[in-house]
């Protein structure tokens, strides 16, 4: 396991944390670029990064509809890297994505570098290559929506020895037996899920929410609460409800595709997310829901 | 340990919220599929509703032609024209045994959403079918079956409104309903249980068949053969042949040839990838799924069958379109009997064998009729 955290200390010094998601490539790496500095300008203290999959099942229409602009652009794993080589932002990054992009990176289907591939045997799908040049490029954490705890030990292995964090995502349908496989494997914080579905923005936040972070609270790892978050009042509520930290995707999504000026929308809107975020944490104690 | 694991192959790839349903479904079917009277009423349902056993036919006049023994298992006899019916009868029954009120299915052509209609219409289940837009306008005829049964028809317009973006948002709609919906998966294929639930409730194709050629022959068959797409039809067929000396022939969707950039055939052509919440093999990123039988349109395959070629168990080949339809035409003209596009597959490769003279009989999955083909036929032999 990761025991020097590069994300669990930034959730930990700028509690609460916002986390901000965006598609990489949509619609474009170099406009993603401008995209992440405004938000880690605006106040995003950890930042996601999707690098797109073709069959992205975890995702409502908005993010899918990222994914098919930042695919249409031509975004493949090694443009992704090379952006994150690029950043220069202060909040640690990282990567989600779908399972089946880590093995393919393996496998040889997309060089990493010429040298490189001619001197090494490819043994089939090993999410190792991946790993490592993420590590390579700076990323401090990976995150895969598909790979379930019970399938993620090579995954696992890959990150620790670079140092990545993995980070897992909690349903409301997860408990009991699960929910401590799951918890025994996670780094970096814990994705709580904040109702069930796909990503997307939604109107309320979910009484799911408190129910989630009661049964997470015997684990000592940052709880950050994602699914349908679009205002700076539902992170507020959020982080009064217990949480470490928000996570926002749909909706700074949705200020990609609609906006006029995108870059000072972004950054107002992480502005505004983070400020909910910390009224949330300075509100009296909770009530037990 | 994974689950459902094919030597590597299947898995539960699929998001967090679906685990904790796919368990619980998992732990159904054990528990409940098991029992007696579950299997006694689907054993009704099969007989009375679906029409099993259906027959084994010597094919006499092809048999005469290429001078091997060919027999067909005549699953194209059943209610709704096709082998879909054995499973959607035992996943229906097993979801109102778990008490679900609601099914959920995706379909393209219309095939798998109208044996799913029919079976929440014979278990009073509200059942709802994802089917894209595309799909809905050139398959009208099963759009109206379906909405007479009772189903609704979910028209999906999002991304190429095709048959992937029905399945997402069928998984869409099972995330957000997961404790009252059954999803019912058309084939042997997605996360476990699927593969291997289907492949239990399809697997009374082979051991009917293997009854059959007992009795007619006195012996198993030399070889079976069927087409695959997903893959249930075959994956029923060979089950109950598997520790048999009987060897296992399996027809892909070779579209425009295997080595083309139109093709289903991720056995022939594709490597090991995950998709669609399994481990399995696709076919290429650059090349695009295409087969003339619906059915066989899918990228990527059961991941039993993914397991059967890394053993060698089972010889998979690519049978282009234009070999489908010649065995579609050969087998109207020889025996009277208009088989499925997807099923002509494996037609054509049965004759394949029997010009290679390597076996005396041959079994051949009929997995479905071709009355539904008809609009291509016409259009192939300007009819």
């Given at each position: 396991?990761?025991?020097?955290?590069?994300?669990?200390?930034?959730?930990?010094?700028?509690?609460?944390?916002?986390?901000?998601?965006?598609?990489?490539?949509?619609?474009?790496?170099?406009?993603?670029?401008?995209?992440?500095?405004?938000?880690?300008?605006?106040?995003?203290?950890?930042?996601?990064?999707?690098?797109?999959?073709?069959?992205?099942?975890?995702?409502?229409?908005?993010?899918?509809?990222?994914?098919?602009?930042?695919?249409?652009?031509?975004?493949?794993?090694?443009?992704?890297?090379?952006?994150?080589?690029?950043?220069?932002?202060?909040?640690?990054?990282?990567?989600?994505?779908?399972?089946?992009?880590?093995?393919?990176?393996?496998?040889?289907?997309?060089?990493?570098?010429?040298?490189?591939?001619?001197?090494?045997?490819?043994?089939?799908?090993?999410?190792?290559?991946?790993?490592?040049?993420?590590?390579?490029?700076?990323?401090?954490?990976?995150?895969?929506?598909?790979?379930?705890?019970?399938?993620?030990?090579?995954?696992?292995?890959?990150?620790?020895?670079?140092?990545?964090?993995?980070?897992?995502?909690?349903?409301?349908?997860?408990?009991?037996?699960?929910?401590?496989?799951?918890?025994?494997?996670?780094?970096?914080?814990?994705?709580?899920?904040?109702?069930?579905?796909?990503?997307?923005?939604?109107?309320?936040?979910?009484?799911?929410?408190?129910?989630?972070?009661?049964?997470?609270?015997?684990?000592?790892?940052?709880?950050?609460?994602?699914?349908?978050?679009?205002?700076?009042?539902?992170?507020?509520?959020?982080?009064?409800?217990?949480?470490?930290?928000?996570?926002?995707?749909?909706?700074?999504?949705?200020?990609?595709?609609?906006?006029?000026?995108?870059?000072?929308?972004?950054?107002?809107?992480?502005?505004?997310?983070?400020?909910?975020?910390?009224?949330?944490?300075?509100?009296?104690?909770?009530?037990?829901? | 340990?994974?689950?459902?694991?094919?030597?590597?192959?299947?898995?539960?790839?699929?998001?967090?919220?679906?685990?904790?349903?796919?368990?619980?479904?998992?732990?159904?079917?054990?528990?409940?599929?098991?029992?007696?009277?579950?299997?006694?009423?689907?054993?009704?349902?099969?007989?009375?509703?679906?029409?099993?056993?259906?027959?084994?036919?010597?094919?006499?006049?092809?048999?005469?032609?290429?001078?091997?023994?060919?027999?067909?298992?005549?699953?194209?006899?059943?209610?709704?024209?096709?082998?879909?019916?054995?499973?959607?009868?035992?996943?229906?029954?097993?979801?109102?045994?778990?008490?679900?009120?609601?099914?959920?299915?995706?379909?393209?052509?219309?095939?798998?959403?109208?044996?799913?209609?029919?079976?929440?219409?014979?278990?009073?289940?509200?059942?709802?079918?994802?089917?894209?837009?595309?799909?809905?306008?050139?398959?009208?005829?099963?759009?109206?079956?379906?909405?007479?049964?009772?189903?609704?028809?979910?028209?999906?317009?999002?991304?190429?409104?095709?048959?992937?973006?029905?399945?997402?948002?069928?998984?869409?709609?099972?995330?957000?309903?997961?404790?009252?919906?059954?999803?019912?998966?058309?084939?042997?294929?997605?996360?476990?249980?699927?593969?291997?639930?289907?492949?239990?409730?399809?697997?009374?194709?082979?051991?009917?068949?293997?009854?059959?050629?007992?009795?007619?022959?006195?012996?198993?068959?030399?070889?079976?053969?069927?087409?695959?797409?997903?893959?249930?039809?075959?994956?029923?067929?060979?089950?109950?042949?598997?520790?048999?000396?009987?060897?296992?022939?399996?027809?892909?969707?070779?579209?425009?040839?295997?080595?083309?950039?139109?093709?289903?055939?991720?056995?022939?052509?594709?490597?090991?990838?995950?998709?669609?919440?399994?481990?399995?093999?696709?076919?290429?990123?650059?090349?695009?799924?295409?087969?003339?039988?619906?059915?066989?349109?899918?990228?990527?395959?059961?991941?039993?069958?993914?397991?059967?070629?890394?053993?060698?168990?089972?010889?998979?080949?690519?049978?282009?379109?234009?070999?489908?339809?010649?065995?579609?035409?050969?087998?109207?003209?020889?025996?009277?009997?208009?088989?499925?596009?997807?099923?002509?597959?494996?037609?054509?490769?049965?004759?394949?064998?029997?010009?290679?003279?390597?076996h005396d009989t041959i079994l051949v999955n009929l997995s479905g009729r071709g009355d539904k083909d008809m609009e291509?036929?016409?259009?192939?032999?300007?009819?």
């Amino acid at each position: 396991m990761n025991t020097d955290s590069e994300i669990e200390r930034a959730i930990r010094e700028n509690h609460p944390a916002l986390i901000t998601y965006l598609t990489a490539g949509d619609p474009s790496l170099e406009e993603t670029k401008a995209y992440v500095e405004a938000l880690d300008r605006g106040g995003a203290d950890l930042i996601e990064l999707g690098l797109p999959f073709s069959e992205p099942i975890a995702e409502g229409p908005t993010i899918q509809a990222a994914i098919n602009r930042a695919l249409e652009a031509g975004t493949t794993p090694e443009r992704f890297f090379e952006l994150v080589d690029d950043l220069e932002v202060e909040a640690p990054l990282l990567v989600m994505t779908y399972y089946n992009m880590i093995l393919q990176y393996g496998s040889g289907a997309e060089p990493r570098s010429a040298e490189r591939d001619a001197t090494e045997p490819q043994n089939g799908p090993d999410p190792e290559p991946f790993v490592e040049r993420a590590a390579e490029t700076g990323l401090a954490g990976i995150i895969v929506p598909d790979l379930p705890a019970e399938e993620a030990a090579p995954l696992r292995a890959a990150c620790d020895e670079r140092g990545l964090d993995l980070v897992f995502i909690v349903a409301p349908t997860t408990n009991g037996e699960r929910l401590d496989r799951i918890m025994s494997q996670a780094s970096g914080f814990a994705y709580v899920q904040a109702r069930l579905g796909t990503t997307g923005a939604r109107a309320d936040v979910s009484s799911a929410t408190h129910d989630s972070l009661a049964r997470l609270e015997e684990y000592d790892v940052p709880k950050a609460v994602g699914f349908g978050v679009s205002e700076g009042e539902h992170a507020r509520e959020i982080v009064e409800a217990g949480a470490d930290g928000v996570i926002v995707g749909s909706a700074l999504i949705d200020i990609v595709a609609e906006s006029e000026t995108p870059v000072a929308d972004l950054e107002a809107k992480a502005c505004e997310l983070k400020g909910g975020a910390e009224r949330g944490a300075n509100a009296p104690e909770p009530e037990q829901p | 340990m994974s689950q459902g694991d094919f030597e590597g192959y299947g898995g539960r790839h699929v998001p967090e919220p679906l685990l904790e349903p796919l368990e619980q479904l998992a732990d159904a079917y054990d528990d409940v599929s098991a029992t007696d009277e579950f299997q006694t009423e689907l054993r009704d349902l099969l007989e009375e509703f679906a029409g099993r056993p259906t027959p084994i036919y010597y094919a006499r006049n092809l048999s005469e032609r290429y001078g091997v023994d060919i027999y067909l298992k005549r699953e194209d006899l059943l209610h709704g024209g096709a082998h879909k019916i054995n499973n959607v009868l035992g996943q229906g029954l097993l979801a109102k045994k778990a008490g679900r009120e609601r099914l959920i299915a995706e379909t393209g052509a219309g095939q798998h959403g109208v044996a799913t209609a029919m079976v929440g219409a014979l278990l009073d289940l509200e059942t709802e079918i994802y089917m894209g837009k595309k799909d809905v306008e050139r398959q009208e005829m099963n759009v109206f079956r379906m909405r007479l049964m009772g189903a609704d028809v979910n028209e999906v317009t999002r991304g190429d409104a095709g048959l992937a973006d029905a399945v997402d948002a069928a998984l869409e709609d099972f995330a957000e309903n997961v404790e009252d919906t059954h999803y019912l998966v058309g084939s042997v294929v997605g996360p476990d249980p699927f593969p291997r639930m289907v492949r239990d409730f399809q697997s009374v194709i082979g051991e009917e068949a293997r009854e059959q050629m007992k009795a007619k022959t006195g012996e198993l068959p030399d070889a079976a053969v069927a087409c695959v797409g997903g893959g249930s039809n075959a994956i029923g067929l060979f089950h109950a042949f598997r520790d048999d000396d009987v060897a296992f022939y399996g027809a892909e969707g070779g579209g425009e040839g295997t080595d083309s950039k139109r093709h289903a055939a991720p056995l022939s052509s594709g490597d090991d990838e995950v998709l669609h919440g399994m481990k399995t093999r696709v076919i290429d990123e650059d090349v695009e799924v295409h087969s003339v039988s619906a059915g066989l349109d899918y990228p990527g395959v059961g991941p039993e069958h993914a397991m059967f070629d890394a053993v060698g168990r089972c010889e998979y080949t690519g049978i282009t379109d234009d070999e489908a339809l010649a065995a579609f035409r050969e087998l109207s003209e020889t025996e009277g009997i208009i088989p499925a596009l997807e099923s002509s597959h494996g037609v054509a490769r049965a004759l394949q064998l029997a010009d290679d003279g390597e076996h005396d009989t041959i079994l051949v999955n009929l997995s479905g009729r071709g009355d539904k083909d008809m609009e291509t036929a016409a259009a192939t032999f300007d009819l």
